[in-house]
């Protein structure tokens, strides 16, 4: 079963040869996934750059460097997927692993709403950074990376699986569209944190930014990619890539793309596609926002109290009151247990 990406093109603009003129329609800014087409490539994709949304995000846990930049790539990964779907619903993305950060989960209900948390061991993080071992491969260790389409009610999840083995989630998200998607996919993203000054000082902001691309022809043997060893294929064809020259310029010119480029507020997206693609023509679509917007809400967690039994509820009193703190926005519910009486 494939999974239900779709690009949602609406309003449509085509970048002009002359710089001058990028700015005739609006940029989109921080915060706003940009779809896009490169039709002599037969390529889509998508580009973002997240900047206070995310700053929010990260700064409300105040997770350590290493912790945020693992987080802030699981953020871009999500927005760059979830806002993908045409139809009402979550896409999560969820790690599980035996590294010192085991488990990353990012949350994206359409059609703007983000939220995420990281879970980590502090000692064994402390460990790794005082070791120098702060690579992504390293805080994750072994476990996996699931990715989940979830349309609601009534219907049944999508979930794809992929292996977190020595890999970075750039490198499990492709291997993610080549098992189960079998679209040729190139996936990059950056983290960093940008410092500017103000009246009261240097100030430090996370902002990161990713740009997906996807070979689309309209001939099916134009985008064959073989399977890959541990599929369904002939394990001996072990081909990553389809051999067609639109997708080889296609990774030769985002393999162009500094780190810098996909953060700096002073390139955003459009700019940034104009680099790359201006000597093919590129149309970018209406953008899409997205938000720190948690789905938590007194109503719910209130629902779930009212399942519990009485002992249960006892249970779950402290100095007189039940606390629950939501895990991704860090906001405290507070309850009188009597309000939860149980014969």
Not at 177 to 200: D, H, N, Y
Not at 274 to 289: D, I, K, Q
């Amino acid at each position: 079963m494939a999974a239900p990406w779709s690009f949602v093109m609406l309003e449509t603009h085509t970048l002009a040869e002359h710089q001058p003129k990028l700015g005739e329609f609006g940029f989109a800014g921080d915060d706003h996934v940009v779809p896009y087409e490169v039709a002599p490539l037969d390529v889509r994709g998508r580009t973002v750059q997240l900047g206070s949304m995310l700053d929010a995000i990260l700064s409300r846990h105040d997770y350590p460097e290493p912790v945020a930049r693992l987080l802030a790539e699981a953020c871009v990964l999500t927005v760059l997927l979830g806002t993908s779907l045409k139809f009402e619903g979550k896409f999560i993305l969820q790690t599980r692993t035996d590294g010192p950060v085991d488990m990353l989960v990012a949350d994206f209900t359409t059609p703007h709403a983000l939220r995420a948390y990281a879970r980590f061991d502090a000692d064994r993080l402390q460990a790794a950074i005082a070791a120098g071992e702060t690579s992504q491969q390293k805080l994750l260790g072994t476990g996996v990376l699931a990715l989940t389409i979830d349309q609601g009610a009534h219907t049944q999840r999508y979930q794809g699986i992929v292996q977190l083995d020595g890999t970075s989630l750039e490198e499990a998200a492709r291997t993610y569209f080549r098992q189960s998607e079998q679209i040729p996919t190139e996936i990059r993203m950056s983290v960093a944190k940008l410092v500017t000054p103000g009246p009261g000082g240097a100030r430090e902001q996370w902002r990161a930014g990713g740009i997906l691309a996807q070979f689309l022809p309209q001939a099916p043997e134009r985008m064959h990619v073989p399977d890959i060893s541990g599929g369904d294929g002939d394990p001996r064809d072990v081909a990553h890539e389809p051999a067609d020259n639109s997708w080889r310029e296609l990774l030769a010119l985002l393999g162009t793309i500094e780190p810098t480029e996909l953060i700096d507020p002073t390139v955003g997206a459009e700019r940034l596609l104009y680099r790359l693609f201006h000597e093919h023509g590129v149309r970018v679509f209406r953008n899409v926002p997205v938000a720190d917007q948690c789905s938590c809400s007194r109503e719910k967690i209130r629902g779930i109290l009212e399942g519990f039994s009485a002992s249960e509820i006892k249970d779950s009193t402290e100095d007189g009151g039940i606390h629950v703190a939501c895990e991704f926005c860090s906001t405290q519910y507070d309850f009188d247990p009597a309000e939860f009486a149980a014969e």
